[in-house]
């Protein structure tokens, strides 16, 4: 398979800040260690996504468990659009132009493909919509057209720690169409995927000052290193 160089999460990363970027692929044992806290918050993340595929039952789940499974994983979700073996994936993959992408819930309706992309969030923030911007890319670009594009997230109803006690997930999640946001985002897309590919290309860090941007939208796990670096200077 040939290698990717960018993923929904180092393309946001990206986003973020081109420096975290580029050491997160580099340099990734200066990362920060994780804190318990953010520990949980991508635990709470993974749960309210596998819950939140019972909205849509009776799907095939495709969640590739290693890398080393994406290429089947990929594989699999072609030939499944392409017999129509199934209406509703879980995590289907999708490459284009070495960028990846593994997608909460894909369903066919009436004929016409829409995507889901699960957030355990009680709103929808800018980064959620460059996320999905991101997505809609390269699945539309890989070959399959996307009729429609839904964040679901969390009603204010949803109690985080009673996740395992609901009966019924209906009214607990919103589905919010987002396709109007994000076709205009498509243009910013391609120029900042042109930023970031770019920037994998240099032999060192590029010089990027810390900054408000360290902590938004979330805190980056070079700040250790980062600061070490300013302290020296
Ligand atoms: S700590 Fe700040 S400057 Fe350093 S890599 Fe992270 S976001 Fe960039």
Same mark, same amino acid.
């Given at each position: 398979m040939e290698k990717? %160089?960018? &993923?929904? &999460?180092?393309? @946001? *990363?990206?986003?973020?800040?081109? !420096? &975290?970027?580029?050491?997160?692929? !580099? *340099? $990734?044992?200066l990362r920060d260690k994780l804190s318990p806290e953010q520990l949980a918050i991508f635990r709470r993340g993974h749960k309210v996504g596998s819950l939140a595929q019972k909205l849509f039952p009776g799907g095939v789940d495709l969640g590739a468990r290693s890398p080393a499974q994406y290429r089947k994983v990929l594989d699999l979700t072609q030939q499944i659009i392409k017999n129509n073996a199934y209406d509703i994936l879980y995590e289907a993959g999708f490459q284009f132009d070495r960028l990846l992408v593994f997608l909460d819930i894909l369903v066919r309706e009436n004929g016409s493909w829409h995507a889901y992309e699960v957030k355990s969030s009680y709103k929808i923030s800018n980064t959620f919509l460059l996320d999905a911007a991101f997505q809609y890319y390269v699945i539309t670009n890989s070959g399959l057209p996307l009729e429609d594009f839904y964040i679901v997230y969390a009603s204010e109803d949803l109690v985080y720690e009673k996740l395992d006690e609901y009966d019924n997930l209906e009214p607990l999640f919103i589905r919010e169409n987002v396709?109007? *946001? +994000?076709? $205009?985002?498509?243009?910013? @897309?391609?120029?900042? @995927? +042109? *930023?970031?590919? %770019?920037?994998?290309?240099?032999?060192k860090s590029p010089e990027i000052p810390m900054g408000p941007h360290c902590y938004d939208p979330y805190p980056c796990d070079f700040i250790g290193h980062c600061t070490r670096q300013a302290q020296r200077k």
């Open positions: 990717h %160089e960018l &993923s929904k &999460s180092t393309f @946001i *990363r990206g986003v973020q800040c081109l !420096k &975290s970027l580029y050491l997160n692929k !580099k *340099r $990734p044992f396709l109007d *946001r +994000i076709l $205009p985002l498509q243009d910013f @897309i391609k120029e900042q @995927i +042109i *930023r970031e590919k %770019e920037t994998l290309l240099l032999d």
